[in-house]
């Protein structure tokens, strides 16, 4: 069965600091990548996809994420942490070839220090 | 531009009560998504509707029916609740099946 392993609940980064949020998953073949942000109280946002090409992907609000198949990887990145980012971050796969059926991780609480 | 409204947003109900989750969205989107968020589980897929008049079973259907009432509304029944159904509900959206997911912003629905 597919899965999706975020290896981190929680972070704690201080503001201006850079972060990296881990997603593994376990597919046979490459599978549709997503980050997903969800602030309290609220739906999750999209904050990028990975599908094909360019295995480095900018997203919304100054996030990057890198796909890496030999490391069945897609880890967010910024470099930059603004407190406005604290949320929790869920990664997310499909791989029925994009019929958007998605796996999500169990997601990573980010708090940021001031 | 409302994107996907999700009706009501708090509910508790006593085992064995009945109740239907109503999702509807202004984006003209033809799939829609019933996901169930737990601690430490993420979200799970419970049902979906790739297009009006059809659904299809998620990864946690068991106790929830849906029906996709026309192409805007997409609703969830528990037709008899669980404490296990306790949780936080999210409709969803997509454009097609290659394109994003947009969230409603939940119901929070507890079983006692």
């Known amino acids: 069965a597919q899965s999706v392993t975020q290896p981190d609940i929680h972070i704690t980064v201080s503001e201006g600091a850079s972060l990296e949020l881990r997603c593994n998953y376990s597919?046979?073949?490459?599978?549709?990548l997503f980050w997903y942000v969800q602030s309290p109280g609220q739906g999750l946002q999209l904050l990028l996809k990975y599908f094909s090409g360019d295995t480095l992907v900018q997203g919304i609000k100054g996030f990057e994420a890198e796909f890496k198949r030999s490391q069945s990887s897609f880890n967010l990145r910024k470099p930059s942490v603004h407190w406005s980012d604290a949320a929790e971050y869920f990664c997310a796969v499909d791989n029925t070839g994009g019929g958007n059926k998605l796996t999500f991780g169990t997601g990573t609480q980010l708090k940021v220090e001031l | 531009n409302a994107g996907v409204t999700q009706t009501p947003k708090f509910q508790v109900l006593k085992t064995g009560q009945s109740m239907t989750l109503q999702c509807a969205q202004d984006?003209?989107?033809?799939?829609m998504y019933w996901y169930r968020q737990d601690p430490g589980m993420g979200l799970r897929l419970i049902y979906y509707?790739?297009?009006?008049?059809?659904?299809d079973k998620g990864e946690v259907p068991n106790g929830y029916n849906v029906s996709r009432l026309n192409k805007r509304e997409f609703s969830l029944r528990l037709e008899s609740a669980a404490p296990s159904q306790t949780s936080v509900y999210f409709c969803?959206?997509?454009?097609?099946?290659?394109?994003?997911?947009?969230f409603g912003n939940g119901t929070r629905l507890t079983v006692t």
């Open positions: 509707s790739a297009s009006e008049g059809t659904t």
């Open positions: 984006m003209n989107h033809n799939s």
């Open positions: 597919y046979g073949a490459t599978p549709y």
């Open positions: 969803a959206s997509s454009d097609s099946p290659v394109k994003p997911l947009h």
